[in-house]
């Protein structure tokens, strides 16, 4: 006992310095001192303090999220611009190695309520690759209630590799359909037909996985609302608990702009979104933000430590985070992630960038910002301040019970009334 009484003072004097400014708790040394106090509180009457006060004083910010990026694909979709290579086994082999090493320096033992891998596509790893993605996720502290989510491709979507993911934990699945138009999945360089995803969905649902998730592209360039409406009727016959939809923009250095392929005219794109709002509804699913529609309960939680502005690490080539208030992206590079040199761009937050942050992020939930918490999180008057007003009183943000939100008709163009939030302070 007096062995685990000297261990607790050591971390107390540790800690010590920071006792005043929780927030300061940046070192891996000092959140390991945290973290071993937390779980040896019942020890702390024993040397004369009280815990519940005591560990009030610890409860600063921690992150509560996790993504892993996994960058390999086995073909290029032409619209896509995120950060992604051809899958080739010389890269993948060491990619664990570098991904477990920076793991395991960064990762503080925090309790985790989501995972998220992503990508590239992470099925398309090898059963014994996804072993050892697995065996880097199994150290993770999760909550009773977690989510865990692996992004999908159809075709990946096999019974051994469904098995490999329930053995290990993964309790959601979100896969990129795109849409079921033959003529824009060969122009996406893409194929699956509606049989395959049907067949698909039934066996993760065979193996308890029945919270799923799917992608619905529209605007794709030549689509027409009949398209689009085809579409929506066999997204909704998948029955499945969630929806993210993406209008196409055609960003530099993909395929579809190098083609000189041009994006839809605004009016249909929004005759487009306002259909999809419409059906979701009249088929059970809550519009919950912007682009992103639930079975109720169903919500993204990991989507939601974004919008709700929470911090959550990033690990994997030119993954992104923000911890300790410092928003990061990893390095792009392969040859420097595989020569574990990890870092790319850090912003270091002030607080007019975090409440900035708040309000962006948060403005993209349909629900908005709940204007208590954002009051005692910033020690603000949210209503107070002159830009809310002003946007008040347009008519462009509207306050609902305790929250301070985008009326709905000028939900597509969040963004114009979005670029005047960003001189909030
Ligand atoms: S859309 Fe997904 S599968 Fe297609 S290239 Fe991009 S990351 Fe790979």
């Given at each position: 006992?007096?062995?685990?009484?000297?261990?607790?003072?050591?971390?107390?004097?540790?800690?010590?310095?920071?006792?005043?400014?929780?927030?300061?708790?940046?070192?891996?040394?000092?959140?390991?001192?945290?973290?071993?106090?937390?779980?040896?509180?019942?020890?702390?009457?024993?040397?004369?303090?009280?815990?519940n006060?005591?560990?009030?004083?610890?409860?600063?910010?921690?992150?509560?999220?996790?993504?892993?990026?996994?960058?390999?694909?086995?073909?290029?979709?032409?619209?896509?611009?995120?950060?992604?290579?051809?899958?080739?086994?010389?890269?993948?082999?060491k990619?664990?190695?570098?991904?477990?090493?920076?793991?395991?320096?960064?990762y503080?033992?925090?309790?985790?309520?989501?995972?998220?891998?992503g990508?590239?596509?992470?099925?398309?790893?090898?059963?014994?690759?996804?072993?050892?993605?697995?065996?880097?996720?199994?150290?993770i502290?999760l909550?009773?209630?977690?989510?865990?989510?692996?992004?999908?491709?159809?075709?990946?979507?096999?019974?051994?590799?469904?098995?490999?993911?329930?053995?290990?934990?993964?309790?959601?699945?979100?896969?990129?359909?795109?849409?079921?138009?033959?003529?824009?999945?060969?122009?996406?360089?893409r194929?699956?037909?509606?049989?395959?995803?049907?067949?698909?969905?039934?066996?993760?649902?065979?193996?308890?996985?029945?919270?799923?998730?799917?992608?619905?592209?529209?605007?794709?360039?030549?689509t027409?609302?009949?398209?689009?409406?085809?579409?929506?009727?066999?997204?909704f016959?998948?029955?499945?608990?969630?929806?993210?939809?993406?209008?196409?923009?055609?960003?530099?250095?993909?395929?579809?702009?190098?083609?000189?392929?041009?994006?839809?005219?605004?009016?249909?794109?929004?005759?487009?979104?306002?259909?999809?709002?419409?059906?979701?509804?009249?088929?059970?699913?809550?519009?919950?933000?912007?682009?992103?529609?639930?079975?109720?309960?169903?919500?993204?939680?990991?989507?939601?430590?974004?919008?709700?502005?929470?911090?959550?690490?990033?690990?994997?080539?030119?993954?992104?985070?923000?911890?300790?208030?410092?928003?990061?992206?990893?390095?792009?590079?392969?040859?420097?992630?595989?020569?574990?040199?990890?870092?790319?761009?850090?912003?270091?937050?002030?607080?007019?960038?975090?409440?900035?942050?708040?309000?962006?992020l948060?403005?993209?939930?349909?629900?908005?910002?709940?204007?208590?918490?954002?009051n005692?999180?910033?020690?603000?008057?949210?209503?107070?301040?002159?830009?809310?007003?002003?946007?008040?009183?347009?008519?462009?943000?509207?306050?609902?019970?305790?929250?301070?939100?985008?009326?709905?008709?000028?939900?597509?163009?969040?963004?114009?009334?979005?670029?005047?939030?960003?001189?909030?302070?």
């Amino acid at each position: 006992m007096q062995e685990e009484l000297d261990k607790l003072k050591k971390n107390l004097d540790i800690i010590a310095p920071i006792l005043d400014d929780p927030k300061k708790a940046k070192t891996n040394t000092i959140k390991k001192s945290i973290k071993y106090i937390k779980e040896n509180s019942i020890l702390l009457p024993l040397i004369g303090i009280e815990p519940n006060e005591y560990l009030e004083k610890l409860n600063y910010a921690e992150a509560k999220a996790i993504y892993i990026h996994i960058p390999f694909c086995k073909s290029l979709c032409t619209y896509c611009d995120f950060s992604k290579m051809y899958y080739f086994q010389k890269y993948s082999k060491k990619y664990f190695d570098s991904l477990s090493k920076e793991f395991n320096q960064r990762y503080n033992g925090e309790e985790i309520e989501t995972v998220y891998i992503g990508g590239g596509t992470p099925s398309i790893l090898k059963p014994e690759e996804l072993k050892k993605l697995f065996k880097i996720t199994s150290k993770i502290n999760l909550k009773k209630d977690y989510e865990f989510t692996i992004e999908c491709n159809i075709d990946d979507i096999v019974e051994e590799k469904v098995k490999i993911f329930k053995e290990n934990k993964i309790n959601r699945v979100s896969i990129g359909i795109q849409t079921f138009n033959k003529k824009t999945l060969k122009k996406m360089n893409r194929s699956h037909d509606y049989n395959e995803v049907l067949e698909k969905i039934e066996l993760l649902k065979k193996y308890e996985i029945d919270n799923i998730n799917i992608d619905l592209i529209y605007a794709f360039p030549g689509t027409t609302i009949e398209d689009l409406k085809k579409d929506l009727n066999l997204f909704f016959s998948l029955n499945v608990k969630h929806i993210s939809t993406y209008s196409l923009m055609i960003e530099p250095h993909t395929m579809l702009y190098i083609n000189k392929v041009k994006n839809i005219k605004e009016e249909l794109d929004c005759e487009m979104y306002n259909l999809i709002c419409l059906e979701m509804k009249k088929h059970g699913y809550n519009h919950y933000e912007v682009s992103n529609f639930s079975i109720p309960g169903y919500e993204s939680k990991h989507n939601l430590t974004y919008w709700n502005n929470e911090e959550y690490y990033g690990f994997g080539l030119s993954a992104s985070g923000y911890i300790d208030n410092i928003r990061y992206t990893n390095t792009l590079s392969m040859d420097k992630y595989l020569a574990n040199e990890f870092d790319g761009v850090k912003e270091e937050l002030t607080l007019k960038d975090k409440m900035v942050y708040e309000l962006i992020l948060g403005m993209r939930k349909i629900n908005g910002i709940n204007i208590l918490n954002f009051n005692s999180k910033y020690n603000r008057s949210l209503l107070e301040n002159e830009i809310i007003k002003e946007l008040v009183k347009k008519g462009n943000l509207i306050v609902d019970e305790n929250y301070l939100k985008i009326p709905y008709n000028k939900i597509y163009v969040q963004n114009e009334i979005l670029e005047e939030l960003l001189d909030y302070e």
